[in-house]
């Protein structure tokens, strides 16, 4: 049985490109929930193929190299009842 040929770019032909959402958060040790809240502040390029969002795998490994201090919520998006006006009202 013959091994498969190394690719020409040098890359282990098994190694993935792109990963979807789940697989995304996953590698990243992290919820699914907590992955969209990143993409929806823009920590991370995606790229759409039909209705999959899909994450480069080099765009996975900067975010695992760097430091990040701030908390990974909705706050930061305009999510929340903190900043909907309709639920604003509602609370006073």
């Known amino acids: 049985m013959q091994g498969v040929a190394p690719a020409p770019w040098g890359m282990n032909p098994t190694d993935k490109i792109l990963y979807d ?9 992290i919820s699914l929930r907590s992955l969209d809240y990143l993409i ?3 920590e991370f390029d995606t790229r759409r193929i039909g ?7 080099t ?9 990040h201090f701030s908390r990974i919520s909705n706050s930061k998006i305009g999510l929340g009842a903190s900043t909907n006006p309709t639920l604003l009202s509602r609370v006073k």
């Not at 959402?21 to 990243?28: N, T």
């Open 40 to 42: 929806a502040r823009g």
């Open 21 to 29: 959402r789940k697989s995304a958060a996953f590698a990243l040790s």
């Open 59 to 67: 765009e996975l490994r900067k975010f695992a190299q760097a430091n």
């Open 51 to 57: 209705r999959k969002v899909l994450i480069a795998a």
